[in-house]
């Protein structure tokens, strides 16, 4: 088969990043062929390479988020390593920071100053509020944007505190949106020669997410007020968690699918009875409702069972699958959503897959990540134009720092 060039090969990203929003930003355009240099500006690297499991210098966090890049470490307190990365600029396409706004233009990397050197280029500025308006000032994380959005106030049950999901929903979202914007921003520079500076942050990414709510309780203030409710959805019947025999199943159960369901519950009787009628009927009658879907539920061997005469209906329905289970779920494995990789210190473990296929490119299995300042060397010479020995000159004076030898990878 002709080997052909990755989507972006060819264009070479500056990644100030750490984390994972701007990583998640930086990993995609890497995953998409770029060329991704991560700024590393001390031996221990990015906060999260000592979180997840961590082995002779690698962790699974670090790996996860930021495989598929090269690692530049460099002492950006000396003087010469703001130099030396400012003499890459002019062969940079995109840079990517996720710092608190205003830290990179302190730094002597902000827009302006690099559009001075390089006109075109784009840089994306990642962050909790946005780069202007009142809470640009904040430092935070994903979190904080989901609470000032409005989103953490509807999750949970109505009776208790709001929750906080044990994953980052806002991170990775504001990411994918942040690469998507580049990618955009990079056909628009193909077409004009003009560069860009794209402002996102999590706050922004958080509010988008809103399914219903902002225009109604926009035509009707105070009126409209959205409420927790836990299990079932505040606005849909049946739409929600329900409880088998082992386990749990999620309907979600649209108007025009509601002859499906009671043909899979063989409760004809139920079409014709006013308390299900309509949506708001079933909203009304949402607890005798879900006793009814329950206790049908039960009446199988296990969840699998009842999951079967609702498919045979087109119902649609999943198992609330364990994340260990649905690792295992081969359709995850087939697609490569679950993608297994390797490490020399980590051995094989798995991470999410893109998130998107194209039929022109294939999913990449070999990736790999590097050590805080593995790829110095070729990122020297290749950019700033420096011969081995001055690069080596560098390296003795700590303006080019790599992370301390590790230990031989031991077999299992």
């Known amino acids: 088969m002709e080997k052909r060039p990755r989507m972006l090969e060819g264009y070479r990203v500056l990644d100030f990043t750490h984390y994972v929003a701007g990583p998640t930003c930086t990993r995609i355009l ?17 906060h999260v390479r000592i979180l997840g499991l961590v082995r002779d210098g690698m962790s699974t966090y670090y790996f996860q988020h930021n495989h598929s890049k090269r ?12 130099r030396l990365l ?38 994306c500025s990642v962050s909790v509020a946005g780069q202007t308006g009142p809470l640009s000032y904040k430092p935070g994380y ?7 959005a409005g989103i953490t106030e509807q999750l949970g049950e109505s009776d208790r505190a709001p929750i906080a999901p044990p994953m980052a929903i806002g991170d990775v979202s ?32 958080y509010f988008h997410m809103h399914e219903l709510s902002v225009p109604v309780i926009s035509l009707r203030p105070g009126k409209f007020i ?36 009671w043909r899979a519950m063989k409760r004809p009787d139920l079409a014709e009875d006013p308390r299900f009628k309509t949506n708001r009927d079933r ?67 798995d991470i999410p897959g893109m998130p998107v296929k194209f039929s022109a490119w294939p999913d990449r299995m070999d990736v790999k990540a590097s050590r805080v300042g593995a790829d110095n060397l070729a990122i020297v010479t290749e950019l700033a134009g420096l011969s081995a020995s001055e690069a080596e000159a560098l390296a003795r004076d700590g303006v080019l720092i790599s992370a301390p030898p590790t230990a031989a990878p031991q077999q299992s």
């Open 226 to 261: 959205p409420k927790r409710t836990g299990a079932t959805h505040p606005t849909g019947a049946p739409v929600g968690v329900y409880e088998a025999t082992d386990g749990h199943v999620f309907l979600v159960v649209q108007q025009h699918e509601m002859g499906r369901l």
């Open 283 to 349: 909203l009304k009658n949402n607890v005798v409702l879900r006793e009814i879907i329950e206790t049908w539920l039960k009446s199988f061997p296990s969840r699998m069972d009842a999951l079967k005469e609702l498919d045979a209906e087109r119902v649609p329905c999943a198992p609330v699958l364990k994340l260990q289970d649905a690792m295992a779920e081969p359709h995850l494995r087939e697609r490569k959503t679950v993608r297994r990789v390797k490490d020399p210190a980590m051995g094989e473990f």
């Open 142 to 148: 994903d979190y904080l944007g989901a609470a000032y």
């Open 86 to 123: 400012l003499d890459m600029i002019p062969k940079i396409d995109v840079v990517v920071e996720n710092f608190a706004p205003g830290v990179i233009k302190e730094m002597g990397f902000g827009y302006e100053a690099l559009r001075k050197i390089k006109p075109d280029i784009i840089m």
């Open 30 to 46: 890497a995953e998409m062929g770029a060329e991704v240099i991560k700024v590393e500006r001390s031996a221990e690297g990015d």
């Open 71 to 82: 690692s530049l470490g460099i002492n950006l307190h000396d003087p010469r390593g703001t």
């Open 174 to 205: 504001t990411g994918v949106a942040a690469a998507m914007a580049v990618g955009f921003a990079l056909l628009h520079r193909e077409r004009t020669g003009e560069g860009q500076m794209i402002d996102s942050s999590l706050l922004d990414t």
